[in-house]
Structure formats: C-alpha cells, structure tokens
C-alpha cells in the first residue's frame, strides 16, 4: 500500500471582501471574531470546504452536505450502512479489516479521520462496535491578520409571502444581514503527517489532491453571505520535507511565513535552511 513519503506542511492566504465567511449560529450568524478582534474561520467549516472540492473532483466523501449528496443517502448513518452491507459478516466483524475498508472508500476519512459506532453484523443490539480513524491531514482555525470590524445590515423581504383574508399583501419581514466591512486578510496552517498516513493508506497522490483543493476553496462556495467573488486565495505555500520525521517542527515551518497586510506572502529560508517549499498563486 502506497503512503506518504515525506512530511508536508502548508499555508493558507486568503482575502474575504465585504463578506461573511464564517457566521457563528450562536451569535446571530455573525461573522466569527475572537476577543482580540481578529476574524476567525473555524477548521470545521475550512475542512467543509475542502471535502466539497475533492467531492467536486470526483473523490468519494463520507461526510457530504446534505443538499450535496451524489449517492442518495440522507444521512451518515445510511451511507455507512449500505457500504457495510456489501461487506461479508467476518469483513464487517473484523475492526482491523474494516478499518482499511472505511480509509480506501473514502477519502475524507483517510485524509481527515472519522469514528464509526456500529452493530457488527449476527450480534445483539447491544454489542456496538466503535471504530476511530485519526486522520494525517490537520488545519487549523483561519485568523485575520488585523482586528475586523462589521457591517450590520437590515434587511427587508418585501413579498406577498402569504395569502391573507382581506387579498392584501402580508406584511414585510424585517431582518439582519452581517459581512465583514471591507477587506481582511486571513492565515491558516496545516501539516501532513507520515506516521499516520502509514495507518489510513494517505499517498503522495491525495496530498496532491489536498494541494489543488486548497487553490480552489471558494469555488462553488458562492451564496448570498459570500457572494461570487468575495473570498479569493491570495497563495499556498506548500513546504515539503526530504524525510517521513521532517526536517523541522511543523511550529518553525509555520513561524518562517510572513504575510504583510496587504497580503504578500513571503519566507524566511533563514529559519529553514534546505527546506524545499513552493508559494503557489491563488487560482
């Protein structure tokens, strides 16, 4: 089985223009900030995004939005369920074997890991089964390079939504819309790890496909929040190691990034010295 060969680092650059990038449903979905004032992205909804451009590629993904979906399964629950049915009993019984099965059919799982809770087939209901899958592929949480300030926007809807008694129009709904004013700058990082590539089958090839995915995040991301437009990869840097261990700590890659506010992207090789590394323009 074909794995990673060598340990790879990263670094997202990206630029979100009067846009909501991230909205935060437990505060009125608007725009995600720390207490410092820095806009945030979680991980969560940047691994979202990225499992859309692999399922946009072709790639098979475990766990797809819902009005995404391309095998007609409703839930993660289903999709699971049917791959295990056309598994043998001592296939799907066996955690060892299973656990190759979920990291080859998906590469979501093999990329960013999953657990699975489970009734091994021919038991009670009570002999769950729950099988962990640690991903090699980490990314961390998207910060602005400078405290954010919002727009808030009141909204009208403005439409005979529905049929009244009297056949006069119903009453308009107010409302509020959030962007970020202006333009930010935002950094992620993120690291590939050998050790656990060897463990889920991740290869040279789907870090590949980790690449090009982080050059077209935003693609078919478009919505009313983030308009077409709004959010554009400024560059990847992409560092690559000549050994599975590394060369340096994936914090010294990281910390040898330099992003003005504008968003130029450059390297300190000094802190780095002999390690091979690419700044790839946004698509």
């Not at 005979?160 to 962007?179: C, H, I, L, P, V």
């Not at 959010?231 to 060369?247: K, L, Y």
């Not at 914090?251 to 504008?262: M, P, Q, T």
């Not at 130029?264 to 090789?269: A, G, K, L, S």
Request: glycine share 8%.
């Amino acid at each position: 089985m074909e794995t990673l060969t060598h340990k790879i680092d990263f670094a997202l650059v990206f630029r979100v223009q009067n846009a909501n990038p991230n909205g935060d449903p437990l505060n009125g979905n608007r725009p995600r900030t720390i207490g410092s004032g820095l806009g945030e992205v979680s991980d969560v909804a940047l691994k979202r995004k990225l499992r859309n451009r692999l399922q946009d590629a072709g790639e098979r993904i475990f766990v797809q939005a819902e009005e995404r979906s391309d095998d007609g399964e409703r839930s993660l629950s289903d999709r699971f369920n049917t791959f295990k049915q056309s598994l043998d009993k001592d296939e799907s019984n066996n955690k060892t074997t299973m656990y190759h099965h979920v990291c080859k059919q998906w590469f979501d799982v093999r990329a960013f890991g999953q657990v699975f809770a489970y009734k091994a087939k021919g038991t009670k209901d009570s002999d769950a089964v729950s099988l962990g899958v640690r991903g090699p592929v980490s990314i961390q949480p998207a910060f602005s390079l400078k405290p954010v300030a919002i727009d808030d926007l009141e909204i009208t809807k403005s439409v005979n939504s529905e049929t009244t008694e009297n056949g006069k129009k119903s009453a308009d709904t107010m409302g509020f819309k959030y962007r970020i004013s202006g333009s930010a700058v935002y950094a992620t990082y993120g690291s590939i790890n050998t050790q656990l590539s060897s463990l889920t089958g991740f290869s040279d090839a789907d870090a590949q496909k980790i690449k090009e995915a982080l050059l077209t995040i935003f693609e078919n991301d478009e919505s009313s929040a983030r308009p077409a437009g709004s959010m554009e990869v400024i560059a990847v840097v992409w560092f690559e190691h000549n050994n599975r261990s590394g060369q340096y700590s994936s914090a010294r890659v990281h910390r040898a990034v330099h992003i003005d506010n504008e968003g130029t992207v450059t390297v300190d090789e000094s802190t780095i010295p002999g390690l091979h590394y690419e700044i790839i323009e946004g698509k």
